[in-house]
């Protein structure tokens, strides 16, 4: 194993953990919009919080599945094919809310068809890609050659079920700590009660996802508690949803998105630190499971892809910093605009 491929692994996670962060709120506002909005200016409201931005946000998912196809070719191909209904239930779910988004903007605000489909549209990925990350953690049958070979249901078993519980929670709390930073007048006092009771219901889940990872999570348990940087990541989890908690009751709105935030990155990094050195572990056979060593590229192509994203990634994080740079502040209560 190389330093190019750990940085490559390193860079991954990151990159998931961005992704997270952005569209973890946008994910969130969907989900939450019938418990937050109670008018239709209020909904107009929450969707300008995500309007002007979810689209961007989505490009670090892009992001994500490009560094995965050129730095762990074998892990794209495995998890694609693999989890291929799956990722098609998240695509057309993003699809769905995308297009829901659209047709408010276009006036179609009563709608009660589109806005059933903006929420389920937004708890689907915030659900499914929980599962993901929860079969990757406890681990899927895998051939010699790093093929998936189990079936659907093996995907959807109690632990992965319960990591897209606890990925729902991490949305959802995301999302209502950006509707309290960006919205105002009772909206705003609305989302700042959700925020902590999101916040005190992903702290619940998350210490029951660890007593339950420790029954059931084997070997990613074991080496998550063995590394220091294992207990950093819990420490940073806790401790982001805490602060979070506290920011949120002092009125501090920027303190607690920032507090969600770090508790994703903490939850990013708890899946990282425990799994590395594999990225898809295999439940059959430990010897079959795809590891950062052994699903890379090749050395050449290592060096050409760390050119190109020395390049790409901070253009497309540019990008990113100019839109919230705009759209900066608290959407209007009258037409939900900036």
Not at 95 to 118: C, M, N, P, Q
Not at 176 to 200: C, D, I, M, Q
């Amino acid at each position: 194993m190389t330093g190019l491929q750990v940085a490559w692994f390193v860079v991954a996670a990151a990159l998931v953990a961005v992704y997270a962060i952005l569209d973890g709120f946008d994910l969130g506002i969907g989900v939450l919009e019938p418990v937050l909005a109670r008018t239709g200016e209020q909904r107009s409201m929450l969707h300008g919080t995500v309007g002007p931005v979810w689209d961007g946000n989505e490009v670090w998912l892009i992001v994500v599945g490009g560094v995965t196809f050129a730095v762990f070719p074998a892990v794209y191909a495995s998890v694609l094919s693999g989890f291929y209904l799956v990722f098609m239930l998240v695509f057309f779910g993003l699809i769905f809310r995308a297009t829901a988004l659209g047709l408010h903007s276009g006036g179609a605000k009563g709608s009660l068809g589109w806005r059933a489909a903006f929420w389920g549209g937004s708890l689907l990925p915030a659900f499914l890609l929980g599962v993901v990350a929860g079969d990757l953690i406890r681990g899927v049958e895998l051939s010699s050659t790093g093929d998936f070979t189990g079936g659907l249901g093996s995907l959807f078993g109690p632990f992965a079920v319960a990591a897209g519980v606890l990925s729902l929670a991490m949305f959802v709390n995301q999302g209502a700590a950006w509707a309290s930073l960006k919205t105002r007048g009772e909206l705003h006092a609305r989302a700042g009660r959700v925020s902590r009771l999101t916040g005190g219901l992903l702290l619940l889940v998350f210490i029951l996802m660890g007593v339950y990872a420790w029954q059931a999570a084997g070997a990613h348990f074991s080496d998550l508690i063995a590394r220091p940087l294992g207990w950093l990541a819990m420490a940073l989890a806790a401790g982001g949803i805490l602060f979070q908690e506290g920011s949120s009751w002092l009125g501090h709105d920027r303190h607690a998105f920032l507090g969600a935030s770090a508790a994703v990155v903490g939850l990013v990094g708890i899946w990282a630190v425990g799994t590395f050195p594999d990225i898809v572990r295999a439940s059959n056979d430990e010897a079959s499971s795809l590891t950062v060593a052994s699903a890379s590229a090749s050395p050449n192509t290592l060096v050409a892809i760390t050119v190109i994203g020395a390049v790409g990634i901070p253009v497309v994080a540019a990008c990113a910093f100019l839109a919230y740079r705009v759209f900066r502040g608290r959407v209007d209560e009258i037409d939900g605009g900036y």
